[in-house]
T-cell receptor, first 113, second 114 residues
Framework: NAGVTQTPKFQVLKTGQSMTLQCAQD?????MYWYRQDPGMGLRLIYY???????DKGEVPNGYNVSRLNKREFSLRLESAAPSQTSVYFC????????????FGPGTRLTVT | AQSVTQLDSHVSVSEGTPVLLRCNYS??????LFWYVQHPNKGLQLLLK????ATLVKGINGFEAEFKKSETSFHLTKPSAHMSDAAEYFC????????????WGAGTKLIIKP
């Protein structure tokens, strides 16, 4: 199993450009998540999808949109990138049931100039 | 509301000496607690988790943590530090009130001196 995969690994955008970060998991997990990580802070939840066909806002959703394409894939879109969105983005998925641990992808390092 | 406080932003120890990374949490419900580790420029790996079973939890790489409800603490320890332990460590809480979302501490950077 590849676990959780993310593409791209690195990206540089100019202010106002758009892009989509891709995430896929092969563990048959129902729930998927997008986080951002900024220096000196823990991870902050952007959006999550509890199951295929549903999405919900997290702590910091402004400036982002998501699509749960199918059970495997959960994409994050920046419609008009801003320097404040410079960050490392992590996708995660969660096993169903009583265990709440999440499994993380390797991250995407995004710089907006 | 749920919250996590990691009491030290940086901890520096010599190789071969004990490690203590401190974490306090706030939760109105029976929480699940986790420690994740992030090595430089790498993703996040689960070290260990507490989910209402034994209060002393053993994890990977010789780490363990003890859940103390009376002190609302979940400190991470290791008897003898190794150079490969140098990384950032995150304490995380999850419970019913947070709809089982993970609430993250700000992280503690562990520095190992040779």
């Amino acid at each position: 199993n590849a676990g959780v995969t993310q593409t791209p690994k690195f990206q540089v955008l100019k202010t106002g450009q758009s892009m989509t970060l891709q995430c896929a998991q092969d563990m048959n997990h129902n729930s998927m998540y997008w986080y951002r990580q900024d220096p000196g802070m823990g991870l902050r939840l952007i959006y999550y999808s509890a199951s295929e066909g549903t999405t919900d806002k997290g702590e910091v959703p402004n400036g982002y949109n998501v699509s749960r394409l199918n059970k495997r894939e959960f994409s994050l879109r920046l419609e008009s990138a801003a320097p404040s969105q410079t960050s490392v983005y992590f996708c995660a998925s969660r096993i169903t049931g009583a265990s709440y641990e999440q499994y993380f992808g390797p991250g995407t390092r995004l710089t907006v100039t | 509301a749920q919250s996590v406080t990691q009491l030290d932003s940086h901890v520096s120890v010599s190789e071969g000496t004990p490690v203590l990374l401190r974490c306090n949490y706030s939760s109105s419900y029976s929480p699940s607690l986790f420690w994740y580790v992030q090595h430089p420029n790498k993703g996040l790996q689960l070290l260990l988790k507490y989910t209402s079973a034994a209060t002393l939890v053993k994890g990977i790489n010789g780490f363990e943590a003890e859940f103390k409800k009376s002190e609302t603490s979940f400190h991470l320890t290791k008897p003898s530090a190794h150079m490969s332990d140098a990384a950032e460590y995150f304490c995380v809480v999850s419970d019913e009130a947070s709809n089982y979302q993970l609430i993250w501490g700000a992280g503690t950077k562990l520095i190992i001196k040779p």
